[in-house]
């Protein structure tokens, strides 16, 4: 018997096709009980304010950096969306004088436009538009890495995927979205062979860097958070990082400021990667199996799914 249809999109998979009594046991979890989540291999980590949210943050690509040498070359993954952290980065990269001369970057994805090709950087919402001048565009020229250790992902995805051979990332770091996905590791459309059930976790898992659909909830998000609620402004099509990509990174770290996903989902999947239930409807769970996540949460952030009729 096939699963129930999506509450939002009945022609996708997401994480209202889980049974109801998973999705009410996530919402139950207090902040305290987000905390208790925390096991080998997940760890969760609480801030009481933005300023040691976002400073932690920035010191991961800091410390990944730093570890970064011409003969053992050290990169990050990081996302557009959280930003904060990205001004803050610069300012300890120039401020400490780090040479970030052997350090690489890699983008997690990028909008596809109705040609085919990763947007330019013209583009109000290009995501290396936003790398480049809230992080690296600050940089003191003495200091930055060589334009070819940033890396960037287009149309043409064995470029990006040839970047991550012989390059160690030290993390990949991310947010969640309202699908319940890093970076655009969304839901698959239940149609063809996943008609009746999702990928499985191993199917999922599978998948590399590649060109995407995007589920109507991500276009929505990123309406909201970035264009004022332009959809029209969306594109409905990106080229993200893969899972097969992600489980080249030692550490993935996802960051919950709760601006982005809501009080339901930081509940959600911290639960299910704490209890290891892996289910491609909600991509974020098919990290219980990655064997070095944490959860960063701003605690006012958590928030609370109790009714509140506004």
């Known amino acids: 018997m096939s699963r129930k249809l999506s509450h939002i999109a009945p022609e996708w998979w997401d994480y209202t096709t889980l049974d109801d009594s998973l999705i009410n046991d996530a919402a139950n979890l207090t902040a305290d009980d987000l905390l208790q989540l925390s096991r080998p291999g997940f760890k969760i980590v609480f801030y009481d304010t933005l300023e040691d949210f976002y400073l932690a943050e920035a010191l991961e690509y800091i410390h990944a950096w730093q570890q970064s040498t011409a003969d053992n070359p050290v990169g990050i993954c990081g996302p557009v969306g959280p930003t904060e952290q990205m001004p803050l980065v610069a300012r300890l990269v120039n401020e400490l004088n780090i040479d970030l001369k052997s350090a690489h970057f ?21 995501f290396e538009r936003t790398d480049r001048g809230m992080l690296f565009n600050q940089l003191k020229p003495e200091l930055v890495m060589a334009d070819e250790n940033l890396h960037f992902p287009t149309e043409n995805v064995a470029d990006y995927i040839g970047t991550w051979d012989g390059v160690r990332c030290a993390v990949m770091q991310g947010g969640q979205g309202d699908i319940k996905h890093w970076a655009f590791n969304d839901p698959l459309k239940r149609e063809g062979k996943y008609a009746d059930a999702p990928p499985t976790p191993e199917e ?103 009714v509140d009729m506004h």
């Open 106 to 126: 890699w983008g997690m994805d990028e909008w596809i436009g109705k040609d085919g090709k990763a947007v330019s950087t013209d583009h109000p919402l290009s």
């Open 204 to 306: 999922y898992r599978a998948l590399g860097t590649r060109i995407v659909d995007l589920h109507p909830v991500t276009l929505a998000q990123n309406a909201r958070t970035s264009g004022g609620g332009n959809v029209t402004l969306v594109p409905a099509k990106a080229v993200t990082v893969g899972p097969l990509e992600t489980w080249k990174a030692e550490k993935v770290s996802i960051w919950h400021a709760g601006t982005h996903d809501n009080p339901l989902g930081q509940r959600l999947t911290a639960m299910m990667i704490s209890k290891g239930i892996a289910d491609s409807s909600v991509p974020m769970s098919l990290l219980a199996d990655h064997p070095n996540v944490q959860f960063n949460y701003y605690r006012p952030g958590i928030g609370s799914c109790d």
